[in-house]
Every structure is written in structure tokens, then in C-alpha cells.
């Protein structure tokens, strides 16, 4: 759900014999080390049923420029506005289930990660969010997000989008100004 089909995409790509597409995310998200783990996902829970979910660690500092030639040409936008960012604190996913929006879910996980990013000793807070998604656009522009950077969408079918894909931003000490 968060991840507009590109998790859906990769998983396929490593997927060995007859495993289920599920059971390859489920042991990508048991790593101890990936980005993508257990360990940088937050939830949500009203009433024990989970509301919505945060995936959102610290960029690391690029090594090298990963080459953008060696990944597939429909993720290449999303990866050029993650190094215009390299050591901010990034919100990967964010999603809340439909029953659960516009009660203050999505607000609430926004501020785990304004704390988390300010342990992580972070200056900036990062997040990508595709043109289309109006409402996710505007929770981040009202927490105080700016568009920083902007990348045309490579149309692929994992995801239905077109148009633009945003790089918000903001700066980590304004993140205990935002109510």
C-alpha cells in the first residue's frame, strides 16, 4: 500500500522457484542491517488494530554515486532525490489504513519521526511523495515539509502514476515548532 507496488517490483525480482512474493518481503523486512527492516518500522494501533505504519531510517552518506544505469529506469527519479539528501532522516513509507485517515494517525507517526530524526542526530527530515497523492502532499506541507526537489515519473506498471514525484524537506529544528 505505501509503497505504490515498487517493494511488490523488487521482491518479484528476487523471488527463487515458488516462493510467494510476501515471503520474500517478510525476510527482507526480518534483516537486522537493511534499510528496509523491522527495525526502522513503526505502527499505528487503535484499539490493538493496526491504523497505519512509519518506515523511515537516516540516509546513509553516498559511497560512490550509485550508478543509476544499473537500476531499472522507473526507479531512477526516486534514487536521484535521495542523493540530494544524503543524511537526512528519511520517511520512506508512511500509510494509513482508509478507515484510520484524517483522525490524526498519519500526524502522530510524522512525529515519531521528527523525534527519531533528532536522536539520529539528523539536521533534515526527507520524504518523497508522488504528485497524485494530494492528501499525503498536503499532511507534509502542513507539518512544515517544503517541495525541495522535483523529478518527471518514468511510468512503469508496479505503479499507476505519471506526472512529477516531490522531494520535501525539513529542517530538523523546526520539526519541535510543528504542532
Known sequence: MAGEGIPAYFWEQSRKDNQEIIDVGTQNAASDNDNFSYQNAYLALVNK????MLLAYRLSEPENTENLKDLPEFIRPLIELEQCVPGSFYINMLATYPKYRGKGVGTQLMG???KLAAEADCTMISVEVFEQNRGALRLYQRLGYQ???QRNIITHPCHPYAGRIFLL???IHAAADVV
Open 169 to 171: 524537506t525539513k529542517d
Open 49 to 52: 488494530e493496526i491504523a497505519g
Open 112 to 114: 515519531i519521526a521528527d
Open 147 to 149: 517541495i525541495a526537489e
